[in-house]
């Protein structure tokens, strides 16, 4: 068995070089990252065996309220080799370098998925009446890894957070991805993929391009004015959809920070028809995986499909930089057709990929008094 590595902080050129050799990592583990969410303190961390990198993580530190004691938070992290069947051997390391920063308790997202649905299943579940949760349905697939570190993180006595309707308090446990890739490893095509599309999102995508929708995309460092064209859009659509919408101040800080570390890493995307702006959207890419990260849309001109345009332009360029994945990101777990959440997944159904959870975040208590103290202060909050 290979020796347990050591842990100690590394460069952010480093941290980002390591990023750059791996096929998939999330891009809330990236440098960048740290600089997006300024009001942590952040951390770049290496695994190291026989002085070779073998893993990396972006730590955010939270400071508890009056005291100099933060939690260590690692979203969608760390990216270390989870297939490990010792993974004590990674995170007691860890856990040590943490303890000596100051942390009461870490918080990680193991990368890792635990089950899979199909675009038809989940169709089938809405329509049942039975059927109330992605749970009630068996999945198409079971991930071995997911569940061996489920298993191992309890042993270990990490706590897993708790999920409410499926939206988890940091990131999204479950979400809704379309492969680009077959199992084989085999690429998969336009014409493959929009052949797995339901008949209504490929019409959709027709009636936009007859209607003369047209989708832009900036290239390289996103200027002023197309930003503040996405976030005018933005706006109308949190008024009109009643969700609290993020400051101009954030979008500006992310796609100058993840813009900064790759010229392909953040793109802003635009539909418009005959001059107006009907549809506005934020891609990511980090390797091989491709993300849909913000959406904006018109209340006029729904009919001429803005949306599912400004979807299949980055999907299609997904395609294009030979991504294994298109993420749509977050779904809840309700099939339950009042709920008012079962929209968002139906909308995302009719690209025809899979549901997919994650193992979620877990926490392990370094300083259990202070970290009792820090679960009050947040039910508090909440």
Avoid: C
Avoid at 118 to 146: C, F, M, N, W, Y
Avoid at 206 to 227: F, H, I, M, N
Avoid at 297 to 309: F, L, M, W
């Amino acid at each position: 068995m290979p020796s347990a590595p050591a842990v100690r902080e590394i460069s952010e050129t480093e941290h980002l070089d390591f990023i750059r050799a791996q096929r998939s990592a999330s891009f809330l583990q990236t440098p960048a990252w740290g600089r997006v969410k300024s009001e942590w303190r952040r951390q770049s961390l290496g695994w190291f065996r026989d002085g070779e990198i073998v893993g990396a993580a972006l730590v955010l530190y939270r400071q508890l309220p009056k005291v100099r004691r933060y939690l260590a938070y690692l979203p969608e992290g760390p990216v270390i080799d989870w297939d490990s069947e010792d993974l004590g051997t990674w995170l007691a390391p860890l856990t040590a370098h943490l303890k000596a920063e100051g942390a009461f308790g870490v918080r990680m997202g193991p990368p890792v998925v635990t089950r899979r649905w199909s675009a038809a299943q989940v169709k089938e579940g809405i329509a049942d009446e039975s059927v109330r949760t992605l749970g009630d349905l068996p999945p198409t697939e079971r991930g071995h890894t997911g569940a061996r570190v489920v298993s191992q993180l309890h042993q270990l006595g990490w706590r897993p957070q708790s999920v409410e309707g499926g939206f988890a308090a940091g990131q999204p446990q479950y979400n809704f991805q379309i492969p680009l890739r077959d199992a084989d490893g085999t690429a998969r095509t336009e014409d493959d993929v929009l052949k797995g599309m339901n008949q209504l999102w490929r019409r959709n995508i027709k009636k936009a391009d007859k209607q003369g929708v047209e989708v832009s995309t900036t290239e390289g460092v996103v200027g002023p004015t197309d930003l503040q064209a996405f976030h005018d859009l933005y706006l109308h659509t949190a008024e009109r959809d009643h969700f609290t919408p993020r400051p101009l101040s954030y979008f500006r800080t992310m796609t100058e920070a993840l813009g900064a570390e790759e010229p392909d890493r953040i793109r802003l995307h635009f539909a418009r028809h005959e001059g107006d702006l009907v549809a506005a959207t934020i891609s990511i890419r980090v390797g091989a995986h491709a993300w849909y990260s913000y959406g904006a849309s018109s209340t006029d001109k729904r009919e001429v499909r803005g949306s599912n345009a400004v979807q299949w332009a980055m999907i299609r360029e997904a395609l294009a930089a030979g991504a294994d994945v298109y993420d749509l990101r977050g779904i809840t777990d309700t099939l339950d057709p009042d709920d008012s959440h079962v929209g968002l997944i139906q909308f995302k159904v009719g690209t025809g990929g899979e549901a997919v959870e994650y193992a979620g975040e877990w926490d392990l208590p370094i300083n259990k008094p202070l970290y009792k103290a820090f679960e009050l202060y947040m039910k508090r909050r909440g």
